[in-house]
């Protein structure tokens, strides 16, 4: 590896997360309010028995009702912030919790809301399904979010393919997707990526597949050995916890010493310094691999595809397509490790069981870890699995 791209790695910014302290009760989901959008309470459940599908297990019908809902969303005000689509909200919680106080004792615990701890399943889960229930909404149809299986190249290339995701970037045109209905001219980044992400802003979405010279995506062996650690997730219920017993953790696809500072910066960003050794693996390695490096600065800073700038990864919608196959896999694990349930209990601010998640708390949707358990209550299932012990 070259030196200029050792130095370029050890400034990655990958993750970030807001620290603020939440202490409020687990509330029931039906006693609370689903925000200003409807005066129904919030409720998770579906209609009947949504399927969420392998890409490239749908048809060409329902590729195009998932596409046209996604770009509907696109079109649609958020009605959480006039200022932004709905889908663009959806980018704007993600990238919110990447903020930190540097003044905040909390940030001595190496550890965030939404990635790199316990809560980054649960939160995930929410956010997923809240995404689901806004294309319904905006579309009119029971759309579910199809899942990308990393380990199988049928599904990778469904996933790519012009009639969903669209396909690699054009080297010539500084790695713009060109083709797919999410192409460049057809869908504009309204949300910026933060901190040293900032050098990769574009305006449309950039890809250089596969060109992220440590990381290749997740083997079937790979998802197996993540599928038998016997533990929701360990102490100390950070990029630390070891693999071979937390889930969450090898899941997430971190590494034991593979991150080797945690901090927050002056300007409010939280960053993190790897050992440049340890590549990403599952879901992280799914986020480089389709972003992938674009190039670098003349300072030596990356330029990263979409994907790879994780603050504001899910303006490339293939981010839901990832996610849906982290929560996929997630409700086969509990179909398998009966017993074994979300941990810590308590001890672990914003990571805890009952801790209501942020940012979504903010915007009237409360709901905690121990909520998002059985996807049976959320009203959807995979085609794999329905997430329940036999
Ligand atoms: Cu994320």
Same mark, same amino acid.
């Given at each position: 590896?070259?030196?200029?791209?050792?130095?370029?790695?050890?400034?990655?910014?990958?993750?970030?997360?807001?620290?603020?302290?939440?202490?409020?009760?687990?509330?029931?989901?039906?006693?609370?309010?689903?925000?200003?959008?409807?005066?129904? $309470?919030?409720?998770?459940?579906?209609?009947?028995?949504?399927?969420?599908?392998?890409?490239?297990?749908?048809?060409?019908?329902?590729?195009?009702?998932?596409?046209?809902?996604?770009?509907?969303?696109?079109?649609?005000?958020?009605?959480?912030?006039?200022?932004?689509?709905?889908?663009?909200?959806?980018?704007?919680?993600?990238?919110?919790?990447?903020?930190?106080?540097?003044? =905040? $004792?909390?940030?001595?615990?190496?550890?965030?809301? !939404?990635?790199?701890? $316990?809560?980054?399943?649960p939160w995930h889960r929410l956010y997923l399904r809240l995404f689901e229930r806004a294309l319904d909404?905006?579309?009119?149809?029971?759309?579910?979010?199809?899942?990308? =299986?990393?380990?199988?190249?049928?599904?990778?290339?469904?996933?790519?393919?012009?009639?969903?995701?669209?396909?690699?970037?054009?080297?010539?045109?500084?790695?713009?997707?060109?083709?797919?209905?999410?192409?460049?001219?057809?869908?504009?980044?309204?949300?910026?990526?933060?901190?040293?992400?900032?050098?990769?802003?574009?305006?449309?979405?950039?890809?250089?597949?596969?060109?992220?010279?440590?990381?290749?995506?997740?083997?079937?062996?790979?998802?197996?050995?993540?599928?038998?650690?016997?533990?929701?997730?360990?102490?100390?219920?950070?990029?630390?916890?070891?693999?071979?017993?937390?889930?969450?953790?090898?899941?997430?696809?971190?590494? $034991?010493?593979?991150?080797?500072?945690?901090?927050?910066?002056?300007?409010?960003?939280m960053e993190q310094e790897f050992d440049l050794s340890i590549p990403p693996k599952m879901h992280n390695?799914?986020?480089?691999?389709? !972003?992938?490096?674009?190039?670098?600065?003349?300072?030596?800073?990356?330029?990263?595809?979409?994907?790879?700038?994780?603050?504001?990864?899910?303006?490339?919608?293939?981010?839901?397509?990832?996610?849906?196959?982290?929560?996929?896999?997630?409700?086969?694990?509990?179909?398998?490790?009966?017993?074994?349930?979300?941990?810590?209990?308590? !001890?672990?601010?914003?990571?805890?069981? !009952? =801790?209501?998640?942020?940012?979504?708390?903010?915007?009237?949707?409360?709901?905690?870890?121990?909520?998002?358990?059985?996807?049976?209550?959320?009203?959807?299932?995979?085609?794999?699995?329905?997430?329940?012990?036999?």
């Amino acid at each position: 590896m070259s030196l200029r791209l050792m130095r370029a790695r050890r400034r990655l910014l990958l993750l970030s997360a807001s620290f603020a302290v939440v202490t409020a009760a687990a509330l029931p989901l039906s006693g609370s309010a689903w925000s200003s959008e409807s005066p129904k $309470p919030l409720d998770l459940s579906g209609k009947d028995d949504l399927v969420r599908k392998n890409a490239k297990a749908l048809s060409a019908k329902e590729k195009k009702d998932f596409v046209d809902a996604v770009l509907k969303l696109k079109a649609t005000a958020s009605p959480y912030d006039s200022n932004l689509s709905y889908y663009d909200q959806f980018v704007a919680w993600h990238k919110s919790l990447m903020t930190c106080d540097p003044s =905040d $004792p909390m940030m001595q615990m190496p550890m965030m809301m !939404g990635h790199a701890g $316990p809560v980054f399943l649960p939160w995930h889960r929410l956010y997923l399904r809240l995404f689901e229930r806004a294309l319904d909404k905006v579309s009119g149809k029971s759309v579910t979010v199809p899942y990308w =299986d990393w380990s199988d190249p049928a599904s990778t290339a469904a996933v790519f393919s012009p009639d969903l995701m669209g396909g690699n970037g054009d080297s010539s045109k500084g790695f713009a997707v060109t083709t797919g209905p999410f192409r460049q001219g057809q869908w504009k980044l309204n949300i910026n990526p933060m901190g040293q992400e900032t050098e990769s802003a574009t305006t449309y979405i950039t890809r250089n597949i596969g060109a992220a010279p440590f990381t290749s995506l997740p083997t079937a062996a790979d998802v197996n050995a993540a599928l038998a650690a016997p533990r929701y997730d360990a102490a100390p219920y950070n990029t630390d916890s070891d693999t071979s017993v937390s889930f969450r953790n090898a899941l997430e696809g971190w590494s $034991p010493g593979g991150v080797t500072k945690t901090s927050c910066s002056a300007d409010g960003v939280m960053e993190q310094e790897f050992d440049l050794s340890i590549p990403p693996k599952m879901h992280n390695s799914a986020h480089t691999w389709a !972003g992938g490096l674009l190039g670098f600065t003349a300072d030596g800073q990356l330029l990263k595809g979409t994907m790879m700038q994780i603050s504001v990864s899910p303006n490339d919608p293939v981010f839901f397509l990832n996610h849906a196959n982290v929560d996929r896999l997630w409700a086969q694990w509990q179909a398998t490790h009966c017993g074994s349930n979300y941990e810590p209990t308590s !001890g672990y601010p914003m990571n805890s069981a !009952g =801790d209501i998640m942020q940012p979504f708390d903010k915007a009237g949707i409360k709901a905690s870890p121990s909520m998002l358990q059985a996807i049976r209550t959320l009203g959807y299932r995979y085609d794999t699995t329905r997430g329940e012990c036999k």
